[in-house]
């Protein structure tokens, strides 16, 4: 979303000042040559016979006032779910911010998770609040493989210097056949 | 002449000095490139673009009235309003297009300016003006902190103003590095060494951390 | 009937070149403990070393005050303040001695922190 922003920012800021460019052209156009008909680069007097022939009830007019109205909605929402999901860690000094992504962590747990021998494949996901683990064992793997998991985790989360100390949710998954 | 940096860091850790929330604040706005002009700006025209496709469907629907709604778009009201007082009307038209014109072209250039890397200017005293390049300053800090064990890989920048320059470093790390103490390290050594050479007392820092790509293990059954 | 010299003061004229004057600057910078020398390499291959830059503007007056603008790489860590106070002091110095000229300002730039972890230049002599 954040890169979505920084493009659509400036082609905002780049149509307004058109726009305003167009305006003060045409305005001075118009009055310092009144013998030229029409518009000089934009047709305005065509598309002001156009507008006068439309009425607000008509169903063109609503169709585009909706179409207006949905992209102003979808600016608006692009523009404030455009954040960094970072987790913060605690620094050791107020004058530090200290930061990672989702990402690393999943990557720490998930290499964490998978060094166990029975895991045959781990995937992580982790957020500020919540870590799921979602692992695949052996089917001759132990009854308590899934809170050893849960343990190793929340070792690991301990380790780790965080703000807020995620909920873990494991979930184990039995596969078929010989190891 | 070089003074032995080493000397003070082997001195019992005194307890850190309580920060300026300023300081605090401008440590957390160097995590990354602000990108609260550009959405302020957005959500505003996003809303004003929402209340005008509202307002024209609900206008159009009747429900200021059916007789509005029966009005053309380009009413003759306004036609003659603006033909009883050309002149004035030419003008509002000239400046408003002008405002128009200056703020969106300040909105590009600000927007698409790349992030700023400030130089740290020193006060030498009179007739002596000492500037260390951002490069210079940047490099230093992150060659010292890729000495720190577990750290595979760092990079350091200055962001922020001239006049308040703050630290944005990266570590990349090894997978079994110590997270605390690398930081702890990080603080007690690799950025009281740069406070205490470029003299700056304050100078926040805003540390982001990735793991290093593990090299492929060999799998030998 | 012979013109009547003048003294011995006034006889004559030294003018310094900027560019020697650039050479004292620079020579008196990389004299300075803390200050360090940069490698020269073009497309990685080494061709040499330089240590401090300089540029010098040469004021009006008599004796013409000197402006001194120095690109320095320093040690790492390393009191930069008092390093570049240093400097000033032996620049000052050694443009009076050598040249009789007052140096009136300094900005210094420093390019380079080099830490002990970075690989030193390989001093071949």
């Known amino acids: 979303m954040r890169a979505v922003l920084r493009v659509l920012a400036p082609l905002l800021g780049l149509v307004l000042a058109t726009v305003g460019v167009l305006v003060v052209i045409e305005v001075v156009a118009e009055w310092v040559l009144p013998e030229h008909e029409g518009g000089l680069l934009v047709p305005w007097p065509e598309w002001g016979a156009v507008l006068a022939g439309l009425a607000w009830s008509q169903n063109l007019v609503r169709g585009i006032a909706i179409g207006v109205g949905v992209v102003g909605l979808l600016m608006v929402l692009v523009a404030l779910t455009a954040r960094r999901a970072d987790l913060r860690l605690v620094a050791p000094s107020d004058d530090m911010t200290v930061t990672t992504s989702p990402r690393v962590l999943a990557r720490l747990i998930g290499t964490r998770v998978r060094a166990s021998d029975d895991v045959l494949s781990a995937s992580v996901t982790a957020s500020e609040r919540r870590v799921a683990v979602t692992a695949r064992a052996w089917n001759d793997a132990p009854e308590e493989l899934r809170s050893t998991i849960v343990d190793r985790v929340q070792e690991l989360l301990a380790e780790l210097p965080l703000r807020r100390t995620p909920r873990v949710a494991v979930s184990v998954q039995e596969r ?3 190891r | 002449m070089t003074v032995d940096m080493s000397k003070d860091m082997s001195k019992s850790a005194e307890p850190p000095a309580p920060v300026d929330p300023r300081v605090r604040r401008r440590s957390r706005s160097a995590v990354a490139r ?8 957005t959500v505003l025209i996003g809303l004003v673009l929402l209340l005008v496709g509202v307002g024209v469907t ?10 509005r709604a029966g009005r053309p778009l380009l009413d003759p009201i306004i036609l003659d309003t603006v033909a009883a007082q050309p002149l004035l009307w030419r003008v509002v038209a000239i400046v408003g297009g002008l405002l128009l014109a200056v703020f969106g072209l300040t909105w590009v250039a600000r927007s698409v300016r790349p992030e700023a890397r400030p130089d740290v200017v020193l006060n030498g005293g009179a007739d002596t003006t000492i500037r260390v390049s951002s490069a210079a300053a940047g490099e230093a800090v992150a060659s010292q902190a890729e000495t720190l064990p577990g750290v595979a890989r760092a ?9 308040a320059p703050a630290l944005r470093v990266t570590l990349w790390l090894a997978d079994d590095a110590d997270v605390r103490s690398v930081l702890a390290r990080l603080h007690g050594e690799v950025l009281a060494t740069a406070r205490a050479s470029l003299d700056l007392p304050s100078l926040p820092v805003a540390v982001r951390l990735e793991l290093e790509r593990p090299h492929p293990t060999p799998r030998v059954a | 009937m012979r013109t009547p010299l003048a003294e011995p003061a006034e006889r004559g004229r030294l003018d310094i070149h900027p560019g020697v004057l650039r050479k004292i600057v620079e020579r008196a910078a990389d004299g300075v403990p803390g200050t360090l020398r940069n490698e020269r390499s073009i497309a990685g291959i080494d061709v040499g070393e330089y240590g401090a830059s300089a540029r010098v503007t040469v004021g009006t007056g008599d004796p013409a005050p000197v402006d001194v603008r120095l690109e320095l790489t320093l040690r790492y860590p390393s009191a930069v303040r008092a390093v570049v106070e240093a400097v000033r002091a032996a620049v000052a110095v050694e443009l009076d001695r050598l040249a009789g000229h007052r140096m009136r300002s300094l900005a210094v730039t420093v390019t380079g922190l080099r830490g002990p972890s970075a690989p030193a230049p390989a001093r071949l002599r």
């Open chain 2, 34 to 41: 602000s990108a609260g002009g550009d959405r302020w700006l």
């Open chain 2, 155 to 163: 990079r350091a920048r200055l962001v922020g103003a001239a006049a």
């Open chain 1, 176 to 178: 078929e056949g010989v």
């Open chain 2, 58 to 67: 609900l206008l159009s629907y009747g429900v200021f009235g059916v007789a």
